[in-house]
């Protein structure tokens, strides 16, 4: 067996502070001792109780002014359109028309899919992001290349082959059938393979057929812990979009619905502006929204209104939606979701957020028995956070006095120059070069 210890100011999110409390959702140690062994979490605690408890010879690695938290949890971001993020004007339908479409076109050559793989896959690390659900393209080639890549690094990754049969170019097409059978293939090779999980992919309502929207349903049903992650209610004209295709449904949630989509590991991005049965139907399901700030601002998407929607009982995570989203890192996202509540006179206290990028995201993904914090039993996905990092977090730093403080501060100032390391079970995988 491996044993290391690390000793550094650590900080551990418990459960939603909504739920339990302030108090009692996170523990922080000014000087604290993380163990790990053999990729899992085996103690956790003030430096003087767990080195007095700890084998004499085990080693011990200290970080000087550094905080230890678990990675982040990104619920919605999709691969292949890390080359195309900041695509300048539009709004959803004509972004996903005139940019989107034609970048996930370079995804029928698997050479292309396994450059950008990798290239993303580091960046999720230089950001401190150490799990994500995924989106592939249509291209089931795409997929088996991000799960090669997300295998050799042993990150705890879902993804999925979109589907999508109409209303795109020819190009990016699937069919009913073909669409069935290449998830199909992919959840045979690829789900529950050591880290990997996989999440049927439908892109969204209006570019599948109810014939295919069907084989989603069928595919859940034949694999019952495999994931659905799609796009709901995002953009008006999106929505009045789907009300034309699907007249016979009640709206764009019911369409889901109908074909048997909805439930506990049922991810959807945005849901900005679902309506009051909507959300209790969300609800009632446990489906979970992915919340991604960057993109709701940058597409011109709508603000979620974060209390309405969990006083509906729904899970929520944090996502990118890169490269709808703007940004990699999960402490930017924060500060935009600070800054939607606030435009709704709501407010996000830190501990909230670092629940929500962290704890509630891997809850969210129904991982927390896995993942999410550092509990004893935990793979150990940690991060070594450089409070310091730029000169104005460091002069604002010098000038917090409390917890809560600081970390508000990392959060609206800092991004992936505050990540100085991630570990993926037990193993440093990224480092930040000294500047
Ligand atoms: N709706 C359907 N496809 C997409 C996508 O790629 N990004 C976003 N943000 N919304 C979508
Ligand atoms: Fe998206």
């Known amino acids: 067996t491996q044993v290391t210890a690390y000793r550094a100011a650590i900080i551990n999110c418990l459960a939603d502070p909504n739920q339990v ?32 408890r700890l084998p004499v010879q085990t080693q011990v690695v200290e970080f000087k002014d550094k905080l230890l938290s678990a990675g982040f949890v990104d619920t919605h971001i999709h691969y292949p359109q890390t080359e195309m993020i900041a695509s300048y004007g539009e709004q959803l339908l004509d972004w996903l028309n005139n940019y989107t479409f034609p970048e996930e076109g370079k995804f029928s050559d698997p050479e292309h899919a396994k450059r950008v793989a990798r290239f993303f896959l580091d960046e999720l690390l230089r950001n401190g992001t150490t799990t994500a659900l995924v989106f592939g393209t249509v291209h089931k080639a795409s997929v088996d290349a991000f799960f090669t890549e997300s295998e050799q690094r042993n990150m705890r990754m879902i993804a999925g082959k979109v589907m999508m049969d109409r209303n795109a170019p020819d190009y990016l097409l699937d069919t009913p059938e073909t669409g069935y059978a290449d998830s199909k293939a992919l959840i045979e090779r690829w789900h529950n393979k050591g880290r990997q999980l996989y ?4 892109r969204f309502a209006p570019t599948s057929s109810e014939a295919q929207l069907t084989m989603a349903g069928q595919l859940l049903a034949e694999y019952p812990d495999v994931y659905l992650q799609t796009h709901l209610s995002e953009n008006k004209q999106e929505i009045e979009w789907v009300k034309s295709l699907f007249p016979e449904r009640a709206g764009y949630l019911d369409v889901y619905d109908h074909f048997g989509l909805l439930g506990e590991r049922s991810v959807f991005a945005h849901s900005v502006h679902l309506d009051q049965a909507e959300s209790e139907r969300m609800g ?8 991604c700030p960057t993109s709701n601002l940058f597409l011109g998407s709508g603000l979620l209104d974060l209390p309405e929607v969990e006083g509906h009982g729904i899970r929520v995570g944090l996502g990118t939606d890169v490269g709808g989203g703007t940004s990699f890192s999960m402490l930017h996202t924060i500060s935009e979701a600070y800054k939607i509540q606030q435009l709704q006179e709501h407010k996000l206290h830190p501990i909230k957020a670092l629940y929500l990028a962290t704890l509630g995201g891997a809850a969210s993904l129904s991982l927390d028995d896995k993942i999410g914090n550092l509990s004893v039993g935990k793979e150990a996905d940690f991060l070594v956070l450089d409070l310091h990092a730029t000169p104005l977090m460091d002069a604002r730093i010098a000038n917090s006095q409390h917890l809560f403080e600081q970390l508000f501060v990392l959060m609206m100032l800092g991004d992936d120059r505050a990540i100085a390391e991630t570990y993926i079970a037990g193993h440093r995988q990224y480092q930040r070069e000294r500047g």
């Open 284 to 291: 009632e399901t446990d489906s979970i929204i992915s919340f």
């Open 199 to 202: 999440a049927v992919t439908p």
């Open 21 to 52: 409390g302030l108090d009692g959702s996170y523990d922080y140690y000014e000087d604290g001792v993380l163990v790990v062994t053999d990729g899992h979490i085996s103690d956790i605690g003030s430096a003087k109780e767990v080195l007095a």
